[in-house]
């Protein structure tokens, strides 16, 4: 490392820190090089002063380097605790998202069952497998729509509509499906086709193969519409797909 040393009339000011035996061997060669500035031989005092200045600039230096290396530290310590925590709660939303997924595969499954047990009029089965989804997620529109049709089957009319017409409203294909075919046999309210219909081309619309069946039917028996064989055919195949 290079020396760097400032001489004035006043003193010595050094920017490096040397030992005190070489300091005194330099600024004597400085002095012996510079008579204009200096007369004499630096004093002890002089020279004890020069290493004190040396020796506060070491500590400030040692001071300003242990500083800087605690705040870097402090940095290192920050970031890697910022990435153990985005770790854990990476962990702890995708264990979340896994928990959630099964939770509705579970529901999925179980309201499967009930429909398909309800296909074949096995309402006790049925009822079973309606109240274990109602357990896991009792307000989910799924699980209300298909308890809906539960009561309709269960031939409780009054309530089957009071628990549909909500839910066709806010767009639930299987509630909306379920209010034509209300409509469509005249049951809890008067028979109407054309009403019938509508709530079926409204579940239709989303792809719900049961309303586009009973579309199909609509036409191939010509109830609120003109009868049209082609037309009914071509639902059915909506239906099949």
Do not use: C
């Not at 004890?48 to 020796?55: D, L, T, V, W």
């Amino acid at each position: 490392m290079a020396m760097a040393i400032e001489l004035g009339v006043f003193g010595v000011r050094a920017r490096t820190p040397w030992s005190g035996k070489l300091l005194r061997q330099i600024f004597i060669g400085a002095m012996a090089l510079t008579p204009v500035a200096y007369s004499q031989a630096p004093t002890e005092d002089q020279i004890r002063e020069m290493e004190r200045s040396i020796q506060q600039q070491e500590a400030a230096q040692t001071e300003a380097a242990a500083k800087r290396k605690a705040e870097i530290e402090a940095k290192n310590r920050a970031a890697a605790e910022a990435k153990r925590r985005a770790e854990i709660e990476a962990k702890n939303n995708a264990a979340e998202e896994e928990a959630e997924k099964a939770r509705k595969e579970k529901i999925q499954s179980l309201l499967l069952h009930a429909n398909e047990a309800m296909e074949v009029n096995d309402l006790e089965k049925a009822g079973v497998f309606l109240t274990q989804a109602e357990t896991i997620s009792p307000d989910a529109h799924d699980v209300k729509s298909v308890r809906a049709r539960f009561t309709y089957l269960s031939k409780d009319y009054d309530q089957a509509l009071r628990l549909a017409e909500p839910l066709a409203n806010e767009g639930i294909p299987l509630a909306q499906n379920l209010l034509g075919v209300i409509y469509l046999e005249g049951n809890g309210l008067p028979q109407d086709y054309n009403k019938a219909r509508l709530w079926f081309e409204k579940a239709a619309a989303q792809n719900f193969p049961k309303a586009q069946m009973n579309i199909g039917r609509l036409y191939a028996g010509g109830r609120g519409v003109p009868q049209d064989y082609a037309k009914a055919k071509e639902w059915y195949e909506k239906a099949a797909l």
